[in-house]
């Protein structure tokens, strides 16, 4: 039986309804989100840290929030069927984290080639060997360029607003494309957090499949017709100016929907002290460590800005370079070995002499304010900056 809520406008939900201030973790705030986003079904493969958000999902079914859910063999196996269901027209859900990401990674860019609005939570974690659940976000590095469109959350509020956000600005017409939300496992998952919520009895309209780029998929519509069968199976320039069109439209529905981020989520970036020399940049968990760095320098007489990226793609490319325009120094610490966000700052900027690559923590290893504050030290000294 299907629990009573009432549907609502979506700017009614995000925006002008009360909100009530919960103490909840990151895992419930992901459940939290589903229960008002209309979801038509879910399915879970555990891995952790991600476990806990899809068995509380799952309890969600047993409320009647959810028309079906159930646990499939593997990650791959829940992609795979996550991709059917949306397919067939449904608002549908699912969570990964670590090694569960890379085992499904295949099914990613199929999203993303289908223009599917599929919705998917990923609680990032190791997943190098030695074996480690610990908190990391290398796995971000390697779906940048999978199609998909990327939210990096830095606490249990930023995941419960993007996820439930995420599905409308998905469903666009002019998008269409699946959107990925981070966040940095145990974090954000396991601990807790002040959320405020809107009414639980609300919840989104339903998913109108009638108004996607592309059919769903049913007996009017076989699988022929949504694998292009000749693009497949022959090898000529007409298939491969088909393909690059094709990759090239995804490319653009990417671009169109930064109108859509900038409404829903109040832009792309968020500015802090804009006209500090010394800027902050960073994404996820970093950047609440950034920020008491920040108020620490701050009584040592140090003038730090904070530069905090929401969307990692479509990535902020003219907002992050307005942004650093004036600032002598970028420290861009992350939860990563590879150092992808500043990989992308720097292709982005000119005077890449003025970033700071790092600092850098990984394996799970925490980020205390006094590292980030050494570091920036440090810089300002060898760079004979005045502060």
């Known amino acids: ?85 949306s397919l067939g027209g449904g608002r549908v859900f699912t969570a990964t984290s670590g090694p569960g990401t890379l085992r499904a990674m295949e099914m990613f860019p199929v999203w993303a080639g289908s223009r599917q609005p599929i919705v998917c939570a990923f609680m990032c974690r190791g997943v190098s060997l030695p074996p480690s659940i610990q908190p990391e976000n290398i796995e971000m590095a390697m779906l940048l360029d999978t199609g998909m469109i990327m939210f990096h959350a830095e606490n249990a509020q930023d995941y419960f607003d993007m996820i439930l956000k995420a599905y409308i600005i998905a469903e666009q017409p002019e998008v269409h494309l699946p959107i990925g939300i981070f966040a940095d496992g145990f974090f954000v998952t396991h601990t807790r957090d002040l959320v405020m919520l809107p009414p639980e009895d609300l919840k989104l309209p339903e998913y109108d499949s009638t108004s996607a780029p592309v059919p769903t998929f049913d007996m009017e519509t076989p699988p022929m017709r949504i694998t292009r069968d000749p693009l497949l199976n022959k090898s000529n320039f007409i298939s ?29 970036i968020e500015i802090s002290n804009p006209d500090a020399k010394i800027l902050i940049a960073a994404s996820g968990t970093a950047v609440s460590q950034s920020r008491e760095a920040i108020k620490s320098l701050k009584e040592e007489g140090i003038d730090v800005g904070l530069v905090k990226v929401k969307s990692i793609r479509p990535f902020p490319t003219k ?16 939860f990563n070995a590879g150092g992808w966000l500043c990989r992308e700052i720097k292709s982005c900027i000119d005077n890449n002499s003025r970033v700071l690559e790092g600092p850098r923590v990984f394996g799970g290893m925490t980020m205390p304010k006094e590292l980030i504050m050494s570091e920036i030290k440090n810089a300002i000294k060898q760079k004979g900056l005045k502060v």
């Open 1 to 85: 039986m299907t629990k009573e809520q009432c549907v609502s406008n979506p700017e009614y939900i995000f925006f002008d309804s009360p909100r009530e201030k919960v103490f909840i973790t990151g895992s419930e705030a992901v459940a939290e989100a589903v229960k008002r986003a209309n979801v038509d079904m879910a399915i879970a493969y555990p891995i952790t840290p991600q476990s806990e958000s899809m068995h509380l999902i799952g309890d969600l079914y047993a409320q009647g929030y959810l028309k079906d859910y159930y646990r499939a063999e593997n990650e791959f196996a829940v992609m795979a069927a996550i991709h059917g269901a």
């Open 240 to 268: 491969y100016a088909a393909n690059a069109s094709w990759h090239q439209e995804i490319l653009a529905a990417a671009q169109r929907a930064k109108k859509h981020i900038n409404h829903y989520l109040g832009g792309m």
């Open 319 to 334: 907002e992050i370079i307005s942004a650093t325009e004036n600032a002598e120094l970028i420290v861009i610490p992350e």
